[in-house]
């Protein structure tokens, strides 16, 4: 049986008492999720400490992004040692805001990787095509390069720690959401390369980010290949967040 996720990435947004009320909040109303959907939260990393202090047992805390080196004189940068030190279980790596302002490369990316699972941590590997391919016919094409650049150095043991999310980067922060069939066609695609680098495709946890909010959630997560989403906007509010969980259909 796949893991079902729901992560809320709540980008460069959020402050101290944020990461205390709205976590303790999430924590409270998640107690009572019976849909076996694991939730996660990922703040800025300069308050992952507060939010693992309210977290408890039913949340999952996780970085946006790690450095690709193991320590040393990297100012600004936070490894993925330390996310586990901190009390960490996911790291997010290649969301597509890392790649176009910060100049994230593939290369960069599978380095991350292969860090993030070598610290022990889940690796959350976002891939998505732009507007441009997308209407160029590309898309799958340009997602199938991603995951396969992006997941290179993973070790055929270590397929269990690795996540995919598919973000559209059209859908992203815009309003617009791929349908559910578009995302769906993407997810069994993904399944399909997964399955070509010969990973456990099957068992491969694939989430769908992109304007999810709690009125489209449930129709993507209906779909057979897609099993939870990535969420941004939606998941600073603690109402907003908690529906999206919900509408995790149970496990069969
Ligand atoms: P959004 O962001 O839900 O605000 O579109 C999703 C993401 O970038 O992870």
């Not at 791929?178 to 769906?184: G, K, N, S």
Request: aromatic residues 4%; charged residues 20%; negative net charge.
């Amino acid at each position: 049986m796949r893991r079902k996720i729901v992560a809320g990435n709540w980008k460069m947004n959020g402050s101290k008492d944020l990461a205390q009320t709205l976590v303790s909040d999430v924590r409270s109303q998640a107690a009572s999720l019976d849909n076996g959907v694991e939730v996660v939260i990922i703040p800025p990393a300069i308050y992952v400490g507060d939010v693992v202090a309210s977290a408890g047992d039913s949340l999952s805390v996780g970085v946006q992004n790690v450095g690709q080196w193991a320590s040393g004189a990297y100012t600004g940068e936070v490894s993925a040692d330390m996310a586990v030190d901190q009390g960490c279980l996911y790291a997010l790596v290649g969301h597509s805001e890392r790649r176009q302002l910060f100049g994230e490369t593939d290369d960069a990316v599978a380095e991350k990787v292969d860090r993030i699972i070598g610290a022990g941590l889940h690796a959350v590997l976002c891939v998505g095509e732009t507007l441009e391919e997308r209407e160029a016919g590309k898309a799958e094409a340009v997602v199938a390069s991603q995951v396969k650049a992006g997941l290179a150095k993973v070790a055929a043991d270590d397929w269990q720690r690795v996540v995919v999310a598919y973000e559209p980067v059209w859908a992203i922060g815009t309003g617009k959401t791929a349908t559910a069939q578009d995302a769906q066609t993407m997810h069994a695609s993904i399944r399909g390369v997964l399955s070509e680098m010969g990973a456990p495709a099957n068992e491969i946890c694939l989430l769908y980010g992109g304007s999810v909010k709690a009125d489209n959630a449930a129709a993507l997560f209906a779909e057979p290949d897609i099993d939870g989403g990535l969420i941004g906007g939606a998941s600073l509010i603690a109402e907003d967040f908690v529906s999206i969980c919900r509408s995790v259909p149970a496990s069969t």
